[in-house]
């Protein structure tokens, strides 16, 4: 196992000093990359007909100050309502674009509002009886706060991923329990072809993670808004900034080891096409089991453990071919040192050992977010020790959402 930095993994740019003490095989985890934020703006909007019918009651209220610059804009509607039309402009006249949520409770601006700024909404329905309502509503949004959480989101825009790539956001500090939910609400995921998927908090909050009930189908395309700017939070902190990316899926590629016999066996659109030796981790620094996600590659890297409380796993060393499976330092990589025994015996320090030859080949072919099980080991892969998305099965992956999950997963919000 190794540590070291984790730039290449991630996306955009932001600063995020991770609080995990880690130890493994090669160099520190350094500070996080993002996809780039998007800090309050402004943006458009819908249509509909003349009103005919009573007023709506719009929230927020008319009046009102101090509102985040997250606010969603709603009316109270009598039962059968329908809203039409929603019309958002700044106090300049420049009109905010969003979208009506799909269980139609909300329209959700498509950017996050700006600081300190005036705002009228004009809210439409169509009322069970065929009249149209409408409603109006000016407030102002709060100015920007001194305290803010960092964020962050692991997928790049435009680029191809995995069948196993789950959508990664970032908190830090972590998001309260008692804020999950309403972070969780603005957190958008879209998929095209449709398939239905769920949100999974770790434990401390610091990361949540969106799959499907199974990998991704090949060729889908991945959209994501992490609508987090100005969200207010119980700590009283505030969301940060949103951020955006749109990103791919690319053709099945999976790797199985079993312990048992200490071969990697590789799938491509599930098709068997290479089985080759390894060496995993010995007993005194044993390889992980479970269900991991590449997301590193580097294709010369140093490991450095002389930090070790343990002198025997204390090292610098030359490495080729290295995929990062675990922030705790488990990589798959080339190891010519141990190439006499894979296949037969665990010498690593927790890493998949795999001859020059094979983790050419792999590498050559991998993409961060393929995913690799390994079974048949001494320990578990622990929750939130990497993309864990898939460490646990779909009923358990589920109730780590701080929202209700549909059987089969949730559509789109938006």
Avoid at 5 to 19: D, Y
Avoid at 157 to 168: F, H, I, K, L, S
Avoid at 332 to 351: F, K, M, Y
Avoid at 388 to 412: C, H, I, M, R, Y
């Amino acid at each position: 196992m190794v540590r070291f930095g984790r730039t290449g993994a991630l996306l955009g740019v932001l600063g995020l000093v991770a609080s995990l003490a880690l130890s493994g095989c090669g160099e520190e985890r350094t500070a996080a990359e993002f996809v780039p934020g998007q800090t309050p703006g402004s943006v458009e909007t819908a249509a509909g007909g003349a009103p005919s019918g009573p007023p709506l009651t719009v929230s927020p209220a008319d009046g009102a100050k101090d509102r985040p610059v997250s606010v969603e804009i709603s009316a109270a509607l009598p039962d059968g309502g329908e809203v039409s039309r929603v019309v958002l402009k700044a106090e300049d006249g420049e009109q905010v674009e969003g979208k009506l949520r799909t269980d139609g409770s909300s329209w959700v601006p498509s950017a996050p509002l700006k600081w300190s700024t005036s705002y009228t909404a004009t809210v439409s329905a169509i009322r069970p009886d065929g009249a149209v309502s409408e409603g109006t509503s000016t407030f102002t949004t709060m100015a920007k706060p001194g305290s803010m959480i960092t964020s962050g989101l692991y997928l790049f825009d435009d680029r191809t991923y995995g069948v196993a790539m789950p959508v990664v956001a970032e908190f830090h500090p972590g998001i309260p329990v008692q804020d999950r939910a309403k972070v969780q609400a603005r957190m958008f995921v879209q998929t095209d072809p449709p398939q239905p998927g769920a949100w999974h908090w770790v434990s401390n909050g610091t990361q949540a993670y969106y799959r499907a009930p199974e990998y991704w189908k090949a060729g889908t395309t991945l959209t994501v808004r992490i609508a987090l700017a100005g969200i207010p939070l119980s700590n009283g902190r505030f969301g940060n900034v949103d951020r955006n990316a749109s990103a791919k899926i690319g053709s099945a590629f999976e790797m199985k080891v079993t312990n048992s016999d200490k071969q990697m066996r590789v799938y491509e659109d599930g098709r068997l096409v290479k089985t080759l030796p390894v060496s995993l981790g010995k007993k005194k620094t044993p390889s992980s089991s479970g269900t991991f996600v590449v997301m590193e590659k580097k294709e010369e890297t140093v490991f450095d453990t002389m930090d070790d409380p343990d002198p025997e796993n204390r090292y610098v060393t030359d490495i080729q071919f290295a995929q990062r499976l675990t922030w705790g330092g488990e990589y798959i990589h080339a190891a010519p040192w141990s190439e006499n025994v894979q296949g037969e015996r665990n010498v690593s320090h927790g890493c998949v050992n795999v001859s020059l030859a094979d983790a050419r080949w792999l590498f050559q072919r991998t993409k961060i977010g393929d995913p690799i099980t390994i079974t048949g080991t001494e320990r578990r892969l622990a929750a939130g020790n990497g993309w864990t998305a898939w460490s646990l099965s779909w009923s358990e992956f589920v109730k780590g959402s701080a929202l209700p999950v549909p059987d089969g997963g949730a559509g789109p919000a938006l």
